[in-house]
Nanobody
Framework: QVQLVESGGGLVQAGDSLRLSCAASGGTLSVSGMGWFRQAPGKEREFVATISWSSGNQYYADSVKGRFTISRDNAKKTVYLQMNSLKPEDTAVYYC??????????????????WGQGTQVTVSS
């Protein structure tokens, strides 16, 4: 059973940076991609970014393009989300996900089989 554990969340001010990490453990990580979603209070979970485990191809939501960068370390079975120029609207619980997301629907939560427990990111104005 694959387990995903996020870390790196916290309280920052607008314009600051944070780096989230997601480490996979508990079994053979036979997935094709890992990504990040977020959920703000009263809102649906939304796609942030995903990365192909083999090719390294990256996909981003328009709202974070140019500010967030997703990367992975295959040897450590870890994916990262570098978040720069944070805004108050980035405040949410950030979830790591892993699965076999098809390229044209990487933003769909149903494409992912494994989820972490989430880490809170709060950006004050």
């Amino acid at each position: 059973q694959v387990q995903l554990v996020e870390s790196g969340g916290g309280l920052v001010q607008a314009g600051d940076s944070l780096r989230l990490s997601c480490a996979a453990s508990g079994g053979t990580l036979s997935v094709s991609g890992m990504g990040w979603f977020r959920q703000a209070p009263g809102k649906e979970r939304e796609f942030v970014a995903t990365i192909s485990w083999s090719s390294g191809n990256q996909y981003y939501a328009d709202s974070v393009k140019g500010r967030f960068t997703i990367s992975r370390d295959n040897a450590k079975k870890t994916v990262y989300l570098q978040m720069n120029s944070l805004k108050p609207e980035d405040t949410a619980v950030y979830y790591c996900a892993a699965g076999f997301p098809r390229r044209t629907v990487v933003s769909n939560t149903g494409e992912y089989d494994y989820w972490g427990q989430g880490t809170q990111v709060t950006v004050s104005s």
